[in-house]
């Protein structure tokens, strides 16, 4: 008796030993797994269009980064009490795209590239060294740094309209594109010069002036790694060979035949960007480069409709009416106005030369009531003649040459001008709009939309629009018959085993 108890007890201690080193061993098993997995792991994207995986092409480049100057990236897209699913949507791609060129940037245990997450309504001292360092003052957006370069990319040019197929109002994600076009942007030691042009009575880059002066566009310009430089093309007789973008704000005085060849073969042979900002009641001197990219600035005043705003008294007025090009295409869609100044009608020349290298798009439009007065130089109250177009009037326009003959493909010239100069003076360029407008016409211009060839992200939202016929339908065969299917095969399967 005492044998077998002994017995017993020996086969327990020996039941609970071989319990406890199974224990053990599958403790070193997990962290051994573990272990491994953490330096020795590959991660495979199962969904058909890759939507959680980096293109090859940035990830060549994250390679390129220096540890030493690593990329650092600010974003201050913060959640909201009223974020509709949207806006929701964006920020999710926003944190789960840059965790990705966090895990391939950062392999091999080097630091290339660092993400900060900045509420700047909570974190108050941190949101003021934003402000002193970098000017950054707005909510949703991404800053990228590299040293001294730096990029701002605002949240809602991450968003463009699905296309193939996919519902009207469906939104995709562009964010890698963008990036990986800043990354590029800020490990470049050179800036991109822009130089405006002095000599006619322009805008003053260099003065603090309010109503001639554009010291705030400048800046602006100087916190996107852009260097504004004056140029008189009078005096150097040539247009510098780093010459990325010509502005021409506001001229006063008309240029000369010298003037005329040195901007004509700056576009024509040298695919050359130009921005013209021309206002009413001057002669610019101008019209015929305009005409031969197809786009006509009329000697006209555009009259918008009368109202008692404190904006119109000074002569001002906020444009809401964009067309949908990538320069004023965020505007519209998230109602930025633009503060305008009077203007003149700047539209496509539909009577120009046919030229199939030639588009040309208007940008944004005056109010419905509004007209083109053709006797404005006369002194009296403008009202609308029958001779008057009416509105909405184009104030600007864009032509691009389209590139490519024969196989090979260059980027064509481009031309963008609008008919008033004020949204970039001192006065109006403190507008949140102006600055937006001005933002954007940079960005394409130096071909900062289209930099690289990655496809944006599909949406993964979907619906389904089913009517009552539709829905009774597919109640019935998907619904219902699989469940009672399934249901009906149980009973069978219990019958058959009790007999």
């Not at 996107?224 to 005085?253: E, H, T, Y």
């Not at 009608?345 to 009531?369: C, H, I, K």
């Not at 009672?484 to 007999?499: D, N, P």
């Amino acid at each position: 008796m005492n044998l077998k108890t002994t017995d017993f007890r020996v086969a327990r201690r020996l039941k609970v030993a071989n319990f406890l080193v199974q224990l053990v061993l599958l403790a070193v098993i997990y962290l051994q797994v573990n272990y491994l997995g953490t330096r020795f792991y590959k991660r495979t994207d199962l969904t058909p269009a890759d939507i959680h995986s980096l293109s090859i092409e940035t990830q060549a480049y994250l390679r390129k980064i220096d540890p030493q100057k690593p990329v650092r990236v600010i974003v201050t897209s913060a959640p909201t009490a009223n974020e509709d699913s949207e806006e929701l949507w964006i920020r999710n791609q926003i944190h789960k795209t840059l965790k990705e060129y966090e895990h391939h940037a950062n392999k091999g245990g080097a630091t290339r590239f660092i993400v900060e997450y900045v509420d700047i309504y909570m974190d108050r001292d941190r949101a003021r060294e934003l402000s002193r360092d970098y000017n950054l003052r707005e909510e949703n957006s991404i800053l990228f740094t590299c040293g001294k370069q730096i990029r701002l990319i605002p949240a809602a040019q991450l968003k463009i309209p699905a296309k193939n197929g996919i519902r009207a109002n469906a939104i995709q994600f562009s964010g890698e594109r963008l990036f990986t076009s800043s990354i590029l942007h800020v490990i470049q030691d050179e800036k991109d010069r822009v130089y405006f042009l002095q000599g006619h009575g322009e805008l003053l880059l260099d003065q603090a002036d309010p109503v001639r002066g554009v010291t705030d566009a400048a800046a602006f310009l100087q916190y996107r790694n852009v260097d504004p430089l004056p140029l008189n093309l009078q005096v150097a007789g040539r247009i510098p060979a780093d010459a990325k973008l010509l502005i021409i704000a506001s001229p006063q005085f008309p240029f000369t035949l010298e003037e005329l060849i040195l901007l004509k073969d700056y576009l024509d042979k040298r695919n050359g960007r130009l921005l013209a900002l021309v206002d009413p009641f001057v002669n610019h001197g101008l019209d015929e480069i305009f005409r031969e990219w197809g786009i006509e600035v009329d000697d006209r005043l555009v009259i918008e409709p009368p109202d008692n705003s404190a904006l119109s008294i000074k002569g001002t007025t906020l444009v809401r009416e964009y067309s949908r090009h990538q320069i004023t295409q965020s505007l519209g869609e998230d109602h930025i106005p633009v503060l305008f100044g009077q203007s003149r009608p700047v539209r496509p020349d539909f009577g120009a030369p046919n030229d199939e290298t030639r588009s040309v798009a208007s940008l944004l439009f005056s109010r419905e009531g509004s007209w083109a007065e053709v006797d404005y130089r006369e002194s009296k109250t403008p009202t609308q003649d029958p001779i008057d177009p009416p509105g909405p009037i184009s104030l600007g326009a864009v032509s691009e040459r389209k590139a490519g003959q024969q196989g090979i493909h260059i980027a064509g010239g481009k031309v963008t001008v609008f008919g008033n100069s004020k949204w970039l003076t001192n006065n109006g360029f403190k507008h949140r709009g102006n600055q937006r407008l001005l933002h954007n016409c940079l960005m394409w211009n130096l071909d900062r939309f289209t930099l690289l060839d990655i496809p944006p992200r599909p949406i993964l939202q979907y619906e389904a629009n089913l009517d009552t016929k539709e829905f009774t339908k597919l109640k019935y065969s998907r619904l219902l018959i699989p469940p009672l299917a399934i249901f009906a095969l149980g009973i069978i399967c219990y019958f058959t085993r009790r007999h």
